[in-house]
Nanobody
Framework: VQLQASGGGLVQPGGSLRLSCVTS????????MAWFRQAPGKQRELVVG???????THLDSAKGRFTISRDRAKNILYLQMNSLNAEDTAIYYC????????????????WGQGTQVTVSS
């Protein structure tokens, strides 16, 4: 199983980023997927999740700003992030959670490479 996130960077407050997670060995038709983030000194938390049927959930702070999508043919998970603020600064990861309705779910696979998002002026 491969989970490789990319697309992070330094962005000014109010800016946007689109993250990608290239996966292999995971069926999007059978597994929920999610984006997680871990800020310094904090626990890794689920930010946005999508189940196999397409139902999505969002951390309250991400509602209206973050959108998760997936390309089943390419096995790529995306996260469009708009109106970014300093509190969004973290390393972002993707994985398949056992639940998309809780903030700290267990995950099915070892963590892969994350991507750093820094929001600063």
């Amino acid at each position: 199983v491969q989970l490789q996130a990319s697309g992070g960077g330094l962005v000014q407050p109010g800016g946007s980023l689109r993250l990608s997670c290239v996966t292999s060995g995971i069926s999007f038709r059978e597994n929920a997927m999610a984006w997680f983030r871990q800020a310094p000194g904090k626990q890794r938390e689920l930010v946005v999740g999508i189940n196999a049927s397409g139902y999505s959930t969002h951390l309250d702070s991400a509602k209206g700003r973050f959108t998760i999508s997936r390309d089943r043919a390419k096995n790529i998970l995306y996260l469009q992030m708009n109106s970014l603020n300093a509190e969004d600064t973290a390393i972002y990861y993707c994985n398949s959670p056992y639940s998309i309705t809780i903030k700290f779910p267990g995950v099915r696979f070892p963590w892969g490479q994350g991507t750093q998002v820094t929001v600063s002026s």
